[in-house]
């Protein structure tokens, strides 16, 4: 925690209470039906009040009303920006890593969204992801690298307590699909949560099958 700190994330310090009451709440779940339901609500309530705040109008008041900076230190127009051309192409996207780099984006802005045109990625993984690869290529890696690994949390001896490398792959897990409603993290080749984030899914996937082949 005093590491935490000093780090002065507020994304960092904002999820991990999250995921540390999150992950207590789903580890003594039974199935992973509720457990994947109970995430998948989160994570669309942080998306609605971030991202859905652009959208939704009673959100956008309700946020401007609770938090200090409303913009999200201005990831709000990056978001509009995003959401607009999502709807251009919502189906194929504009391709794994293309759409940063486009003429439209480098050149074609005006003085109204100073930084956007600097901006590499959407500093939002889910809208990122839709954005590149289409609404289509976000919903399976929602089901990929968020919702199997989650299953996967559940497959053991029925009465068997998740031994401490299963709970921390799936903090680590939380952690990872939380924080990126703030920032674009997964299919990063520098990124260290995504990094994190990976090698939770393939721990749990291992840790799951591993007594069938003991």
């Given at each position: ?130 954005l590149t690869i289409g609404i289509p290529g976000l919903l399976l890696s929602l089901v990929w690298i968020v919702f199997l690994p ?50 939770a899914v393939f721990g749990l996937r291992y840790l799951s099958v591993m007594p069938v082949t003991a």
């Amino acid at each position: 925690m005093i590491f935490l700190g000093f780090t002065q994330s507020n994304t960092a310090m904002a999820m991990l209470p999250l995921t540390l009451i999150l992950s207590a709440v789903v580890a003594r779940l039974t199935r992973p039906a509720p457990a994947i339901a109970l995430v998948a609500i989160v994570l669309a309530g942080l998306n609605l009040f971030t991202v859905g705040a652009i959208c939704v109008e009673p959100v956008r008041h309700l946020v401007e009303e609770l938090l200090p900076d409303p913009s999200f230190t201005g990831r709000i127009e990056l978001w509009q920006f995003a959401v607009e051309h999502l709807m251009q192409h919502p189906i194929i996207g504009y391709g794994f890593y293309a759409f940063w780099g486009t003429e439209q984006v480098v050149y074609a802005l005006g003085g109204t969204q100073p930084w956007v045109n600097a901006a590499s990625d959407a500093h939002n993984t889910y809208l990122n992801l839709a954005l590149t690869i289409g609404i289509p290529g976000l919903l399976l890696s929602l089901v990929w690298i968020v919702f199997l690994p989650i299953a996967d949390f559940y497959r053991r001896p029925a009465g068997t307590p998740a031994s401490p490398l299963q709970l921390l792959f799936l903090r680590v897990l939380l952690f990872g699909i939380f924080s990126s409603c703030f920032e674009n993290s997964f299919f990063q080749q520098l990124d260290s949560v995504w990094f994190l984030h990976i090698t939770a899914v393939f721990g749990l996937r291992y840790l799951s099958v591993m007594p069938v082949t003991a």
